[in-house]
């Protein structure tokens, strides 16, 4: 596996047991099937359960049941996961860093303690919904609103492209409370509550071994208890952000190192003109690109887990980070695609499946343009935005 500026020897026994056991769980248990969920459109959800038993959801928090393991270990889970398929650490990255996340920060002693245990184990399954079908890089312009009346809160808006949202438990909303200014507030919302739609979105190119729907809300009452009572404004939304990107910026890297792996062993076993295609220099300069690319995007998503660990870690950092790692990992999918030559456009190799993922992944958790803003306005302090 490729780790070539030798990252691994730094790591502790338990960081080295997480990635690894990882990646025995995905090589066994997903791996060989991947690609069919891949083409039919669908996610193995008889595998959440199990995914929570073996630690993958947040396990970086602690208490109520969570281990509290290193961020480097999250990454490296991140990394696993994705180095599989990016449905797989989608699924993850949005019940752990944009579910557990915001209840384990912003939520009431009561919802924590109903909610994430049962989160944690996989028995329960959680979206998080922010984006609109007119609002996406300008979450702050949502038009879903909660109105108080004597039982509580109405939620009436409706949200799109939401990971899980068709198989979900509940869903952690955020919508403009009427009463106060508009400000933004996050409402734990149950999926089977009266007025409360969640159509699946088919028709997708990329990410296909995930599932992604709607939310309509239509008259949802929801009681004062389910209001996340530590945060208001789009702080709430943006935090949980920055946690789930920190993990794409991690598991980007695992989806290039796949396909660079399944470039090598190709590029070496592929006889073309008398011998392995791997002898020819235009090859071996698409690897050596390859490898360089990886490795400074590890070096990178390394330094964020020691950052992070440290408490030193900006929004901006991660900004920087999920926007190159991705943009390199759809970059060099491309080419170990190109390596595998026309048998690289099917199913039967990653390759070209990470490379259809990037494009999600490259446009979800904010755009390659909205960070590149981020940063720009980080670096001269002018923002760029409108
Ligand atoms: C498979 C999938 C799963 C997703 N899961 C979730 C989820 O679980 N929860 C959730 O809330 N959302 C989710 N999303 C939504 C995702 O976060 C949005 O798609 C993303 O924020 C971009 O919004 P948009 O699609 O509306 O694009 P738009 O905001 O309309 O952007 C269109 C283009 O305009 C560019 N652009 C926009 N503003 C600017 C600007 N100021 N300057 C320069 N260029 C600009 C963008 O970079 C982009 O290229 C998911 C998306 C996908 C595809």
Known sequence: MLDYLDLGADLTDEERLIRDTAREFVDEEVRPDVGDHYIEGTFPTELIPEMGEMGFYAPNLDGYGLPGVSET????LMQELEAC?????????????LVMYPIYAYGSETQKETWLPKLGTGDAVGCFGLTEPEHGSDPAGMETHAERDEDGWVLNGSKTWITNSPIADVAVVWAKDRSNDDAVRGFLVETDRDG???????EKLSLRASITGEIGLNDVRIPEENVLPGVEGMKGPLSCLTQARYGIAWGAVGAARDAFETARAYAKDRDQFGGPIARFQLQQEKL???????SLAQLLAHRLGDLKERGDL???????????NVRM????????????????????????RH??????VYTYEGTHDIHTLVLGQDLTGIAAFE
């Open 196 to 202: 409360v739609t969640t159509n699946e979105i088919k």
């Open 329 to 352: 990992a759809r970059d060099q999918c491309r080419v170990a695609r190109e390596i595998l030559g026309g048998n690289g456009i099917t199913a039967d190799y990653s390759p070209m």
């Open 314 to 324: 900006t929004p901006q950092h991660v900004s920087m980070a999920k926007r190159n």
């Open 85 to 97: 398929d990016s449905g797989l650490r989608s699924m993850a990255s949005v019940q752990g860093a």
């Open 288 to 294: 050596a690109e390859m490898a360089t690319q990886i």
């Open 355 to 360: 490379m259809a993922n990037m494009e999600t």
């Open 73 to 76: 270990a999250y990454g490296l």
